[in-house]
């Protein structure tokens, strides 16, 4: 399925696109629109990072709990260490990226590299060596832990590029649209598929062993095309950068906009997670439908993101990425905080519902991700400093740490409510504590994460007229090059110094 054509023709009125930096070349970024191929080469990518974020937040806990036979406090610790791991690599991960020079460019190496690793990794994780108990779950943690410093090495040169693919302020949005869709379509056919696959392969052991298979085999195909789409995409002009990594993340500190929006975003990612790893215990326990509930709450839940990312963008363009992050995350915790009265309601009301919180969340992801790259290209056009990766690298560490947190909440409910974990490959008889703790734990405590974040945006003021200006100023940061520095310029063809 092709993700949706969007916003392919000229800027709306009142945006603003900014000039191609001073000396650029035909290698280098520019304000006009991307071709279409590059669109989707790199939105391709999306199915890697897609499945790995949706599949171990909808399955691993449930696996560890209700397959392996390990307690809820002790799955729920497993789930977030190696995954908190990351925000101590991302940053690493970034800093190298930013000093790769190669003919395939700063980043693409690592798609690819990264990318394979992923896979394979991945796979490892529901492989089941030991079969349950304690040293199952100490194997399931060391696999994860494997796994996550794989995709922080394919996710951080991977989230930079846009900021070197254009230096359109409006281009980035139409380039989040498409990266965001495929997202989308990676995480329904991955989340509402691997259930299946587990199913078929006979549930259990077993079963996790095929489904980990079916996805890795599309984290390869995100990770092979992503390096194969963007081939012919300008790379731009890659400069040294600053010489210490406690330099760097000083730098992106001292970035006010991107602060804001990065704390934002840790919290909404932990509260999307948390209604991700609860959806399997939300069908089965409150839905009492856990042969097709699954896949029914997940496809709503993403499902109606393949159809509303253009009038997302659209709304960007009219109202600005701001309110539209700002409304699509209040969209979220209003259908979220809805859902506590889901056992009076009945199953079309849920699932209408849940389709009520897709919507959110597919806003929510795009303006989130469109904003990204304006911290950066304000930073840089301040500094004279690219620095894509350190920021990236930061952004992704956050992201990755509320993505693990969201789990480990749910898990620490779970566990407080006295959830009873099982070894069988169902879930066990639970009481009314532990289905009350479902409950909260899937509509009310993401409707408080995703909503109060919001109010962490105050101090983010960027806009496309900000960026014109900083971008039309003359170079004052040049006198902030220290004496000697190098620029790169790297069309993707070999490098020259």
Not at 278 to 283: L, S
């Amino acid at each position: 399925m092709d993700a949706p054509p969007v916003g392919t023709g000229p800027p709306a009125a009142g945006s603003t696109a900014l000039p191609a930096p001073a000396g650029a070349t035909a290698g280098s970024p520019g304000s006009a629109a991307l071709p279409r191929r590059v669109h989707l080469g790199y939105a391709t990518g999306s199915l890697a990072t897609g499945a790995f974020g949706a599949v171990p937040g909808l399955l691993l806990l449930p696996y560890l709990t209700d397959t392996l036979g390990v307690t809820a406090g002790i799955a729920a610790l497993l789930v977030l260490l190696p995954k908190a791991w990351d925000v101590l690599v991302n940053p690493v991960a970034g800093r190298i990226s930013d000093r790769t020079r190669s003919r395939w460019g700063a980043r693409r190496p690592y798609l690819l590299g990264a990318g394979i690793a992923l896979a394979v990794c991945f796979a490892a994780i529901f492989a089941a060596p030991f079969g349950t108990g304690a040293a199952a779950g100490g194997y399931v943690a060391l696999a994860f832990l494997a796994t996550a410093t794989a995709f922080a090495f394919f996710q951080v040169p991977y989230v930079a590029m846009p900021a070197e693919l254009t230096t359109g302020y409006t281009e980035r949005t139409r380039l989040m649209t498409w990266r965001i869709a495929v997202l989308a379509l990676a995480i329904l056919v991955s989340g509402a598929v691997a259930p299946l696959v587990r199913d078929a392969g006979g549930g259990g052991i077993a079963g996790h062993r095929w489904m980990g298979l079916f996805v890795a085999g599309l984290i390869l195909l995100g990770a092979v095309g992503a390096f194969v789409g963007t081939r012919s995409a300008p790379v731009g002009i890659v400069q040294e950068s600053e010489p210490s990594l406690r330099t760097q993340l000083a730098i992106a500190g001292r970035n006010r906009a991107f602060r804001a929006l990065l704390a934002c975003f840790v919290i909404q990612s932990a509260g999307v997670a948390t209604i991700l790893a609860g959806v399997n215990y939300f069908a089965t326990q409150i839905l009492r439908n856990p042969e097709s509930g699954p896949t029914v709450l997940f496809a709503c839940f993403v499902g109606p993101a393949l159809l509303v990312m253009p009038l997302w963008s659209r709304f960007g363009q009219r109202f600005g990425k701001l309110a539209g992050l700002v409304a699509a995350a209040l969209l979220f915790a209003a259908g979220a905080l809805a859902l506590v009265a889901a056992e009076v309601l009945p199953a079309v009301g849920i699932y209408l519902l849940v389709a009520l919180v897709g919507v959110g969340y597919a806003g929510q992801q795009v303006f989130a991700l469109a904003m990204l790259p304006d911290c950066i290209a304000y930073d840089e056009a301040r500094t004279g400093r690219r620095q894509a990766g350190v920021f990236t690298g930061v952004w992704t560490a956050g992201e990755t740490f509320g993505l693990a947190l969201g789990p480990g909440i749910f898990g620490l409910v779970l566990h407080l409510s006295g959830y009873l974990s099982s070894d069988t490959g169902a879930a066990a008889t639970q009481p009314e504590s532990a289905r009350l703790g479902i409950l909260l734990g899937f509509t009310v405590l993401p409707a408080i994460l995703v909503g109060a974040a919001t109010l962490l945006l105050r101090p983010y003021a960027l806009t496309s007229v900000d960026l014109g200006n900083v971008m039309a100023e003359p170079s004052a940061h040049e006198s902030e090059h220290p004496a000697g520095s190098t620029v790169t310029e790297n069309h993707g063809k070999g490098t020259t110094e």
